[in-house]
């Protein structure tokens, strides 16, 4: 059994629009993070707007809390996020076999996407009063093909990969443990191990690959990722730095 980590909340809802809305909304009344889960949610959403399809039996959660430190190093939560994911999946599977990360959000199985990552904040003046991390895991069904974009990654399930069954509530579980001992490695010593961890775990690192922003289009090896999470290029017109976009191989 998992210990749920001490100082989080945890809320189930049987229905609601996106975990992403609800958190919005409560976020001013927390005095700590809270994890939200939906059995099922109406309108759940991905980067730029687009849908998120949510079978049911999948995952919908968002963790929401007030972080401290400027919104460069907020944004980092991505890569917590996603190392979080990683343990996560390997706790209920038992295996790592085929599992990558993909930048600058997504969690790969046997080259498909398994999950997705989606950070919200709010502020004023410059600052981030709270930040909502959003996720998305395919634990027994797949969306249908019409619902991805042209060039996305083909979802896979753990149900499809794996043969596991593991229903949101305990999937939540050990996902929320997980994130606070990342959060705390992030907390007490920066971005380096974290960022170490996660390269450990990168997919297509050193192997070339196209990435687009909302300009352009870059193809060149994956060198890395700076200190600032940006993804680095090196092509053949020299190195570039990428602070955002998609990744194609």
């Known amino acids: ?35 939200i889960l939906a059995l099922r949610q109406t309108k759940g959403r991905g980067r730029r707007g687009r849908d998120w399809k949510d079978p049911k039996g999948n995952f919908a959660g968002t963790l929401v809390y007030r ?10 939560r991505s890569f917590v996020a996603a190392l979080a994911l990683y343990d996560a999946v390997e706790a209920v599977t038992g295996r790592t076999d085929g599992l990558a990360l993909k930048w600058p959000n997504d969690v790969l199985l046997n080259g ?12 004023q003046l410059g600052g981030v009063s709270y930040l909502s991390i959003g996720i998305g895991v395919n634990l027994r069904e797949t969306p249908m093909k019409e619902w991805l974009e042209p060039g996305a990654v083909w979802p896979v399930s753990l149900l499809s990969e794996r043969g596991v069954q593991v229903d949101p509530e305990t999937f ?10 990342h959060e705390h490695s992030f907390v007490t010593y920066g971005f380096a191990p974290i960022r170490a961890a996660w390269l450990q775990r ?41 602070p955002a976009g998609d990744i194609f191989f």
């Open 172 to 181: 939540l579980d050990v996902l929320a443990a997980a994130y606070a001992r």
């Open 67 to 76: 972080p401290e430190g400027s919104p460069d190093q907020i944004a980092l």
């Open 202 to 242: 990168a997919a297509k690192l050193g192997e070339v690959i196209t990435a687009r922003t909302a300009r352009d289009e870059h193809s060149g090896t994956f060198e890395t990722i700076d200190e600032t999470g940006n993804l680095v290029l090196k092509t053949a017109k020299g190195e570039i730095t990428i």
């Open 112 to 123: 498909g996407k398994l999950a997705g990552i989606l950070l919200e904040s709010a502020g």
């Open 1 to 35: 059994m998992i210990d749920w980590p001490t100082g989080y909340g945890r809320r189930v809802l049987a229905e609601v629009d996106s975990t992403l809305d609800e958190a919005a909304r409560i976020a001013p009344t927390l005095s700590g993070p809270e994890w």
